[in-house]
């Protein structure tokens, strides 16, 4: 049976803006107060999606969260009217506002973690929501995340839906941005490398060790094809607040800076006895360092395996921002790395800068989910996009989002009433029903 890797990229929301509330997040807290351009944003995210299509890659999406989240607000004590609400939180506690309005879902790497049916004991795709536990902004993502998973993937012939981890920071888990799977194809059984952190001395590890040990075991994953890595309190400090940051893992290649791991010839003996087919490309900090890798998100990039039809079989193509384009010491290793001769020989730019600008590149706004054909056809297909329903979203973003958003426009209960329309807009052309809880 043939399986295909679908990246599910997170469609960013109408209230995409720059609030500074990721702590450890070197380009959100540079950016932090800055007008943000959410109708770009979306169209930048869409734009990165058709360019996947174009390399003959499966491409679907998860919908935005509902913002700012009316639920939240009023567990928070807020009452009233809805516009109510808006005034007097923006009033008495602006920061709070803040945290309800954040689009951070778009974020879709840190959505879950995900594994494929090869790899799993029941021999079906398993689902955990990350709990996000480390940042409020984001915590509260967890029950809608977990809701849209079930809603396209609903058919429990093939898929389970574990609920997010109990435990809040001592079992804080933020989903696939620190995980990775090594496999000779996408079909075939693979290798699940799970890196954790302990607080730096700057910032705080995010991902526990004791989250990604409870996720393999919910996964029914083998632990003589589990690996668990400690990440570099040196990569931490330096920004690289999830592993993505400083490096990526697909197919047979793990790609990543020198300094990710902790003790990386113990982390590089154990995946090799694991995954004896892996490659290891690793960038050296004499020719990239950490400062660069964080600036121009290097290997937060996407590494595609390209389809036989579209490529020699096993070759991959690197989808990168454009940020790394323009660093000449990151473009003069992408372009030595092309010329070697491992799998990687292709590289593609696109501009995400408006994601960039609050610390997400092109890995962090996707969750991979490898699917067999019985898989995929049994998933809810109003979310796997071609050029027509990608042109219709393109259509909705242009419809309702605004082309400027500073942080003083969250307290206009307007703007409130046009997020929330937007949504409404977007389940109609979903069929999604009364699926938000503003909506129930």
Not at 30 to 50: I, V
Not at 240 to 263: I, K
Not at 277 to 287: Q, V, Y
Not at 422 to 433: F, R, S
Request: contains cysteine; hydrophobic residues 40%.
């Amino acid at each position: 049976m043939t399986y295909n890797e679908y990246n599910f990229d997170g469609l960013i929301g109408p209230t995409h803006n720059y609030a500074g509330l990721s702590f450890g997040n070197i380009a959100s807290a540079t950016n932090a107060g800055a007008t943000s351009n959410p109708r770009e944003a979306a169209l930048q995210g869409l734009a990165k999606m058709r360019a996947a299509m174009a390399l003959g890659l499966k491409q679907g999406f998860l919908p935005p969260q509902d913002r700012p989240h009316i639920r939240t607000l009023r567990a928070l004590g807020f009452a009233g009217t809805d516009r109510r609400m808006i005034e007097r939180a923006a009033e008495t506690a602006p920061e709070l506002l803040a945290n309800c309005y954040a689009a951070s879902s778009m974020w879709t790497a840190n959505a879950g973690t995900v594994a494929p049916s090869p790899d799993t004991e029941d021999g079906k795709v398993h689902f955990t929501p990350a709990n996000l536990a480390a940042n409020f902004h984001r915590s509260i993502e967890a029950e809608t995340t977990a809701r849209v998973l079930r809603h396209i993937f609903s058919n429990e012939d093939y898929f389970v839906h574990h609920p997010p981890l109990p435990g809040g920071e001592h079992f804080g888990d933020e989903g696939a941005a620190n995980h990775g799977r090594l496999c000779e194809s996408h079909g075939e059984g693979g290798v699940h490398l799970f890196v954790y952190g302990k607080d730096g001395d700057k910032f705080p590890a995010r991902q526990k060790q004791r989250a990604s040990e409870a996720v393999a075991r919910g996964h029914l994953l083998d632990p003589e094809k589990t690996v668990f890595i400690e990440q570099s309190k040196t990569a931490l400090d330096a920004g690289a607040f999830h592993n993505d940051v400083v490096g990526v893992a697909n197919g047979t290649v793990l790609f990543l800076h020198e300094q990710s791991f902790a003790d990386p010839a113990a982390a590089y003996a154990e995946i090799r006895k694991k995954a004896p087919f892996a490659e290891i490309i690793e960038a050296p900090a004499d020719k990239v360092s950490l400062e660069d890798c964080i600036k121009s998100y290097l290997f937060n990039s996407q590494l595609l395996t390209l389809p036989a039809d579209n490529g020699a079989e096993g070759e991959m193509a690197l989808l990168l921002p454009t940020e790394s384009e323009d660093n000449p010491r990151v473009k003069a290793f992408v372009e030595e790395t092309l010329a070697r001769n491992n799998p990687i020989n292709r590289v593609i730019y696109k501009n995400v800068r408006e994601s960039m600008r609050n610390g997400g590149g092109p890995a962090c706004l996707r969750l991979r989910v490898v699917l067999s054909e019985r898989e995929a056809a049994a998933a809810n297909s109003h979310f796997i996009l071609d050029e027509k329903k990608i042109a219709k979203l393109e259509v909705w973003v242009k419809t309702h989002y605004r082309d400027r958003l500073s942080p003083a426009d969250l307290k206009d209960p307007a703007f409130m009433e046009e997020s929330l329309a937007a949504m409404d807009a977007l389940t109609a052309l979903l069929n999604m029903g009364a699926f938000y809880d503003f909506q129930r």
